[in-house]
């Protein structure tokens, strides 16, 4: 007996759906990603955790954390930052601003928009203070863990 080739191939298609749905795992692409979710919800976030700075003093091991938090301003957002900033200069204590300033620096305000410390882009990747003259400070990213 013969077949036509309409019939034939709706032979070959029928038996590729069948295999197809027989064993499903087999046309997928990748397995499915393996999450540890108590390693993600122990991560606990915060509204210091993204995006955040760490910004030090030279020949200190203290750090502390920063952020600039959007108010609808450009350039000009409130700033976050942990307690432990003051022991690095105490003036920071009264920073409330974050300026992103058109020559590339960035500068921490008081709330009356004086400038309390100013960064620069530095050689690396980090931001180097400007102004005062008098402290030494860095403004970076690294060593902050990714989310």
């Known amino acids: 007996m013969k077949l036509s080739i309409a019939t034939g191939i709706g032979f070959v298609a029928f038996v ?7 064993k499903p795992d087999s046309f ?22 993204t995006p955040t700075f760490l910004i ?9 954390k920063a952020f600039p938090q959007e108010n609808g301003l450009p350039g000009h957002d409130a700033l976050r ?6 022991t690095l200069y105490p003036p920071l204590a009264n920073a409330t601003e974050w300026h992103n300033n058109q020559d590339g620096t960035i500068a921490f305000a008081d709330h009356a928009g004086h400038t ?7 050689d690396g990747l980090a931001y180097v203070s400007i102004e005062p003259r008098s402290v030494l400070l860095s403004l970076s990213a690294r ?5």
Request: aromatic share 4%; hydrophobic share 40%.
């Open 16 to 22: 590729a759906i069948a295999v197809m749905f027989a």
């Open 56 to 64: 030090s003093s030279a020949g200190s091991s203290t750090k502390c």
């Open 81 to 86: 930052m942990t307690s432990d900033c003051a």
């Open 116 to 122: 309390i410390v100013e960064f620069s882009p530095g």
């Open 143 to 147: 060593g902050v863990n990714p989310l």
């Open 28 to 49: 997928t692409s990748a397995p499915p990603a393996a999450i540890d979710s108590t390693t993600t919800a122990s991560v606990g976030l915060t509204d210091l955790d």
